[in-house]
């Protein structure tokens, strides 16, 4: 195996905000490329810094590490849930991390934001350019799925895993959808996926190029969603859903959200999106990389 270090980075940020809950924090964010396996590693470390006897103490907050394979966007939530008591309290991490498609070129970014609550209180951003070896995909799809039969399988990898499903015709799939959606969107030309989120796994932050709906099969959803502020984002409201709920339908592709797994259980999703399944893995997702700095 071929271990290659791309780069670090070492940031140390002051904060904004009342003296109370003023601080500094560090953050390291380490890049790995395993280029025989194409899979890129990111280990990231938070510290808070105190002040101890005059001297400057590193207390670690957490640790979060992200796999991934180039070309895919990957992004992770490590701290308290959206429903904990302590949320407001407590400091809470979202990594981004986004990288060029193989055989592009371009520029990976690993983006670290560090909130309170919902309050950001530092922001890091890592990006240097890259050249993807291969990617496998990250999106498990089947055309035939019977959503009460998904069931978690393997969770050997952290990127993804697959899923045990038994057939559900096509036509089924259809009637379904109708029956949810009424005449709402067209079901001609769709793709009906699960994916399978483990603890702290979520999505980046993305719209859609396509009419899209979702639901959840098992385990706590918790969405973000967002608005367009100009040519920026902000954070509209969080939702948190559960086995059988169904998340806002997308007709007119305006939702902008990041999907997330907050618990402590693998969450499985069921997506249907109206899109050919040859462009499932590109046709789907308007990426906003940087999570609140800049759409794509
Ligand atoms: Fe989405």
Known sequence: MQRKRISLLIVTACLVGSAAVAGNYSTEATIFLQKDEGELNVDVRVSQLVDQNNKLVEQLLFAPRIKTAPGVPASIYAGPAHTDSEYASKENVTVDVSWPYPNESGTAFCAVIIKRGDEVVSKS???????????????????????????????????????????????????????????KVQIRDFVMSVLVWLPGQQSPVHGHEVWCAYGVVEGELTEEQYRAAGNRIEPAKTAVLRAGDIADLDVDRRVIHRVCNRSDAPLATLHLYGVAAERLTTGINRLYPLGLDQPS
């Open 125 to 183: 951003k890592l990006q240097l350019k890259i050249e993807g070896p291969g990617r496998v995909p990250l999106v498990v799809a089947a055309q035939e799925i019977d959503p009460k039969s998904v069931r978690v399988v393997d969770e050997k990898t952290l990127t993804y895993v697959l899923l045990e499903f038994a057939g559900k015709t096509r036509e089924e799939v259809k009637k379904l959808a109708l029956d949810n959606y009424g005449n």
